[in-house]
């Protein structure tokens, strides 16, 4: 059984800096495009940041363009996203995603991975 074990959301206020991580314990991601998703009440999960399992080729969506980085480390079978000056709309659950496809384009536009984290909270709020 493949885990996204996601960490480090909290509350923050505007302006304010978070970083996420998501590790897959036991299990290689190298070949996986990885990716952040999030979800605010009453909203449609919506994809924020991918990066492919070659080249590290990253897409963003324009609301996080930056503010957003996402990065990953194969060694550590781990996926960041560093997330700086977040606003008030920023908050949401976020999600951590791995798709076999290895393209974060496909990641991007399609949103339909193999495997999902189980979500942390991000709250932005003064």
């Known amino acids: 059984q493949v885990q996204l074990v996601e960490s480090g959301g909290g509350l923050v206020h505007p302006g304010g800096s978070l970083r996420l991580s998501c590790e897959a314990p036991?299990?290689?991601?190298?070949?996986?495009?990885l990716g952040w998703f999030r979800q605010a009440p009453g909203k449609e999960r919506e994809a924020v940041a991918c990066?492919?399992?070659?080249?590290?080729?990253?897409r963003y969506a324009d609301s996080v363009n930056g503010r957003f980085t996402i990065s990953r480390e194969n060694g550590k079978r781990a996926v960041y996203l560093q997330m700086d000056n977040l606003q008030p709309e920023d908050t949401a659950v976020y999600y951590c995603?791995?798709?076999?496809?290895?393209?974060?384009?496909?990641?991007?536009?399609?949103?339909?991975?193999?495997?999902w984290g189980q979500g942390t909270q991000v709250t932005v709020s003064s």
């Open positions: 995603a791995a798709d076999s496809s290895g393209a974060s384009y496909y990641l991007f536009k399609i949103g339909s991975p193999d495997y």
């Open positions: 036991g299990f290689s991601v190298d070949d996986y495009a």
């Open positions: 990066i492919s399992s070659q080249d590290d080729v990253t």
